[in-house]
């Protein structure tokens, strides 16, 4: 083998051996440091390069849970649920949501600006809390979620969930969205929401019932209005129950209650933007809450409580 190629072979082992060792620190610090230096077609070379071998980001999966918040759960409901989960106590969870309250001095950056991120909270009266915003659904969150995230996920939620059709609807109907939701919360509590009926016709017959109540300036006589007050969930009150003295006490005060009394569901909000006009004027709900009797006249009605509720 002659004298010269083995040095040449030498010398390129050599070569190939330093380019091995060195060469991602030449290309680093001497090629891609310069690369503005280079030419046109050298640095479009070296900007591709960099972009094929460039490596992906490391994704970082933060372990999630689901929570599930019934249609019909009023804010104390929601209390127990969380406190249950043992990811917040009972007070820490009652000061969150007492934050939520337009005249409470919200200290965490989140609350502070809640109405003009969320425009269906501006005609919430000041000292009212969220009750009838926290939307019934089932939700993913994040195992680290602090409260003030998951209440306004279901803002964002509740946000999604009730269409530009049905806010300009309201607004024609000339109503405001808080009011419906206060309605809402009286159908969800009311009416046996019928989930196959896709005309939700039940929950619609019973808007227009309390609708036409309201119009005709009668007191809407609402069982679950007193249930609200007596955390109860009796079908029908005793006489002395109807003496009691609240503003919830819709047998007693005309008008609507001063805040939804529960967080009612997309059914229950939709029956309360869309009543089906009909004649009825009472309606009976049975013991079960899984069967709904209508009367035109007071009369028929008591023959109906005779019947159903005996």
């Known amino acids: 083998m002659p004298k010269n190629f083995k040095i040449w072979s030498v010398s390129l082992l050599a070569i190939l051996i330093i380019l091995t060792l060195y060469g991602k620190v030449f290309y680093r610090n001497v090629i891609k440091a310069n690369r503005d230096h280079f030419p046109t077609f050298i640095e479009n070379w070296i900007n591709n390069y960099e972009t094929n071998n460039?490596?992906?980001d490391v994704v970082v999966y933060k372990p999630e849970e689901t929570i599930k918040i019934l249609e019909g759960w009023t804010e104390s409901d929601i209390v127990a649920y969380f406190e249950s989960l043992g990811k917040w106590s009972k007070s820490d969870l009652e000061k969150t949501l007492v934050q939520f309250s337009d005249n409470n001095q919200a200290t965490?950056?989140?609350?502070?600006?809640?109405?003009?991120?969320?425009?269906?909270?501006?005609?919430?009266?000041?000292?009212?809390?969220?009750?009838?915003?926290?939307?019934?659904?089932?939700?993913?969150?994040?195992?680290?979620?602090?409260?003030?995230?998951?209440?306004?996920?279901?803002?964002?939620?509740?946000?999604?969930?009730?269409?530009?059709?049905?806010?300009?609807?309201?607004?024609?109907?000339?109503?405001?969205?808080?009011?419906?939701?206060?309605?809402?919360?009286?159908?969800?509590?009311?009416?046996?929401?019928?989930?196959?009926?896709?005309?939700?016709?039940?929950?619609?017959?019973?808007?227009?019932?309390?609708?036409?109540?309201?119009?005709?300036?009668?007191?809407?006589?609402?069982?679950?209005?007193?249930?609200?007050?007596?955390?109860?969930?009796?079908?029908?009150?005793?006489?002395?129950?109807?003496?009691?003295e609240s503003p919830y006490n819709s047998y007693k005060y005309r008008g609507l209650p001063p805040t939804p009394i529960c967080n009612p569901g997309l059914k229950a909000i939709e029956a309360a933007i869309y009543p089906i006009k009909t004649n009825y004027n009472y309606f009976l709900t049975s013991l079960d809450g899984n069967n709904i009797y209508y009367a035109v006249t007071y009369q028929e009605h008591l023959n109906n409580k005779y019947k159903y509720l005996k």
């Open 54 to 56: 460039k490596k992906p």
């Open 108 to 244: 965490s950056s989140s609350l502070l600006n809640l109405k003009k991120r969320f425009s269906f909270l501006n005609d919430k009266p000041e000292d009212a809390n969220l009750e009838g915003f926290l939307f019934p659904d089932t939700y993913r969150i994040y195992s680290d979620a602090s409260l003030d995230d998951v209440i306004i996920k279901m803002l964002e939620n509740f946000d999604k969930k009730l269409t530009v059709k049905m806010r300009e609807d309201i607004k024609n109907q000339g109503k405001t969205v808080y009011e419906v939701m206060i309605m809402a919360s009286l159908i969800e509590k009311e009416a046996p929401i019928n989930y196959q009926d896709k005309e939700n016709t039940d929950a619609r017959i019973v808007s227009d019932i309390f609708w036409g109540r309201l119009s005709s300036n009668q007191a809407l006589q609402s069982d679950a209005t007193l249930s609200y007050i007596l955390n109860d969930n009796n079908p029908a009150h005793s006489g002395k129950d109807l003496e009691i």
